[in-house]
């Protein structure tokens, strides 16, 4: 089977897209999201969709089956805020392990079959790693600018309890993504560099991917684009790039910027547009499809896909339309200064 690098040399790689969209479409109650396992829980949990993975697999392993119908090389895991620090919103700490390691198996299985029907196109599976709700940049208390609610040692041991159960779940790659703040995603490369030196194992690939929240061009943190690169260089990540927050009109000036600057592979997957007055996305899977196909031509991406607001039919319509052009070209990296 090929690797992850064979394929991304070859093509434009596809990344799966909303997983949140595609669980709402389900109209789930309380008395679905707590299951047999939770039903006299104390707190109510509907809303808390990574418990899906414990409580309605079969529902989790459906979606991710559309998407890679539609195409999908990559899928991610249904673990974005599957850390002792967000589960704690409901008391569900303790679940942290086993939610990440039940995701990946879901997410693998669905991935061995389609891998198993055309082993020429192999499917793989990415740990999804969310920046967590608590931040290591910004203070909660605007009258205490100093004050954090979390310390970086915390958001490692967190971090790197998610890794672990991502791992041994038997994903293939590492997602850090929808980064406001670099300080947290460079918590989750810690933990995860400090995880495979300690069970004495290769490293898996690491994709990161941050979130530029409006027209400035900056993180939520502050950062530039070329500030937020050069700050998680250091991981040698397989791919670096951008998703959330922005459509992919909005989004294209900071993907044309990556792509000047990374040295390694660049990710794009927007939302399906702004949302409008109700929260909701309206851009068809057309219109995505064809802003995706122009960074392509462009030359700006290798690994392109969806993120809110986005379906199995954005899914689809993007891959027909980069299917066939060039990948982006990895830069040759000078090792001597001139």
């Given amino acids: 089977m090929k690797s992850l690098s064979q394929c991304a040399a070859e093509r434009i790689l596809i990344i799966d897209g909303a997983m949140g969209t595609m669980i709402q479409r389900y109209k789930l109650e309380e008395a679905d999201y707590r299951g047999e396992r ?3 829980y104390h707190l109510d949990v509907k809303g808390n969709n990574d ?3 414990l409580t309605q697999p079969q529902i989790i392993e ?3 089956r559309e998407y890679l119908e539609a195409g999908a090389d ?4 249904n673990t974005f805020s599957s850390t002792t620090i967000a589960m704690a919103d409901y008391d569900m700490q303790a679940l942290a392990f086993e939610l990440n390691v039940a995701a990946a198996q879901i997410a693998k299985r669905a991935a061995n079959d389609y891998t198993a029907k055309n082993p020429d196109k192999p499917r793989f599976v990415a740990g999804a790693i969310g920046p967590l709700n608590k ?4 203070s909660p208390d605007v009258n205490n600018p100093g004050f954090r609610s979390v310390t ?3 958001v490692v041991t967190a971090y790197y309890e998610q890794i672990r159960g991502l791992h041994e779940g038997g994903v293939d790659i590492l997602l850090i993504e929808t980064i406001f703040d670099t300080l947290n995603s460079k918590a989750a490369i810690f933990a995860a560099k400090k995880y495979f030196r300690d069970i004495k194992q290769p490293e898996l690939p690491i994709m990161i991917s941050g979130t530029i929240t409006d027209a400035s061009g900056r993180t939520l943190s502050g950062q530039t684009l070329e500030a937020f690169y050069i700050s998680v260089m250091h991981a040698k990540p397989f791919s670096v790039g951008l998703n959330c927050a922005l459509g992919g009109e909005q989004m294209r000036p900071h993907v044309a910027e990556l792509a000047q600057i990374a040295g390694c592979y660049v990710s794009c997957y ?6 409008n007055a109700f929260g909701e996305y309206d851009e068809t899977p057309h219109d995505t499809a064809c802003i995706i196909e122009d960074f392509a031509k462009e030359g700006f991406v290798n690994i392109v896909g969806g993120c ?4 199995p039919d954005h899914i689809r319509h993007i891959a027909q339309h980069v299917a066939k052009i060039a990948p982006r070209p990895l830069p040759v990296q000078e090792t001597t200064l001139a």
């Avoid at 990559?74 to 895991?77: A, G, L, P, R, S």
């Avoid at 931040?135 to 910004?138: G, R, V």
């Avoid at 809110?308 to 379906?311: A, L, N, Q």
């Fill in 152 to 154: 970086f040692d915390e």
């Fill in 135 to 138: 931040t290591l940049s910004l």
């Fill in 74 to 77: 990559i899928i991610e895991t």
């Fill in 270 to 275: 927007p939302n399906a547009g702004l949302p």
């Fill in 38 to 40: 939770f039903k006299d």
């Fill in 51 to 53: 418990l899906l993975n």
């Fill in 62 to 64: 459906a979606i991710h």
């Fill in 308 to 311: 809110c607001g986005t379906t």
